[in-house]
């Protein structure tokens, strides 16, 4: 009995640290899983349109006599390059977040400038779309942080937000200031009225190469990178990013993000002890 006793109390906390190694490997060979993944899909995706180009050149030297197939190639060389240029400018984007540190070059930066920029940005495409976009202004709000980083984390929802809505919808920014635990917040919503994401991908958007439709994705000049984007800068500056989302309604992406703190008359920063 004793002996039983012993080892039924035993055993719990051996299985336990056996579990513990176990998911240490596990963990190991998926990060190792992640990374050959990344690279493979990072080889497709540039292989396709390079593929794409290659024929569509020799198709050009073929229609030398029809100018007008001519002109016709040419105008689809021009998308395969420019998706070839996205990519390569994303994947620079993805590698600067993950390895510049966040908070070198950090500053107080105004929400109305990381709106601004995020609508200019992508002002010529809602514009064909007629897609309106409207931002309230959020004055005197402001967010710690690179610069850069954020914009290129606000830009990518509000594209996406473009990408996926159908003509003739709004697309609405808002920041507003948000208190958590003591800590006060800043929140940047982007809401669409466009097609949605199924629950079940919710989850995995944020991951690198995540499309819910690829073709769709492709069509619109998407690369997959951009929430993954998104979702690192949030991280890396004490953030994080939330989706909220109806199929065939429209979705909520939020970025919450430390508020800078106030500047004070005689130019000290409001929190810095006196
Ligand atoms: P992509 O370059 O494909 O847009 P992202 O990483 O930005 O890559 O987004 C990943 C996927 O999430 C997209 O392919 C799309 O399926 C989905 N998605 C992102 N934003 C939206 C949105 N506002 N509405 C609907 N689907 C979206």
């Known amino acids: 009995g004793e002996a039983l006793a012993v080892s039924a109390r035993v055993a719990p906390l051996g299985s336990r640290l056996v579990l513990l190694l176990v998911e240490d490997l596990t963990e190991a060979r998926r990060i190792e899983a992640v990374r050959r ?3 493979a899909n990072v080889s497709h995706e540039l292989k396709t349109p390079v593929g794409a180009l290659s024929l569509l050149s020799e198709a050009v030297m073929d229609a030398s006599d029809d100018p007008e197939a001519v002109i016709r190639f040419a105008g689809r060389m021009q998308v395969e390059s420019t998706r070839l240029t996205n ?3 994303e994947l620079i984007d993805l590698s600067r977040v ?10 107080p930066v105004a929400v109305d400038d990381l709106v601004n920029e995020a609508v200019d940005r992508c002002r010529s495409q809602a514009n064909t779309k007629q897609i309106t976009m409207a931002s309230g202004p959020a004055p005197g709000l402001r967010v710690f942080g690179n610069r850069g980083q954020l914009a290129a984390a606000l830009g990518n929802l509000v594209e996406n937000a473009v990408n996926y809505s159908p003509s003739r919808t709004r697309v609405g920014i808002a920041g507003r200031r948000i208190t958590a635990g003591g800590v006060n917040l800043v929140e940047i919503s982007v809401t669409d009225q466009g097609i949605g994401i199924p629950e079940r991908d919710r989850e995995r958007i944020f991951e690198r190469f995540y499309r819910v439709d690829p073709a769709r994705s492709r069509a619109t000049g998407g690369t997959g990178l951009g929430l993954s984007i998104v979702k690192h800068v949030a991280a890396s500056h004490g953030g994080e990013v939330t989706v909220w ?11 919450r993000l430390p508020e800078a703190a106030h500047p004070r008359r005689d130019g000290r920063d409001s929190k810095a002890p006196d």
């Open 245 to 255: 989302s109806a199929e065939g309604q429209g979705s909520t992406f939020t970025l």
């Open 98 to 107: 993950q390895n510049d540190h966040p908070m070198q070059d950090a500053e």
């Open 37 to 39: 993944d990344f690279v």
């Open 87 to 89: 990519l390569v400018q």
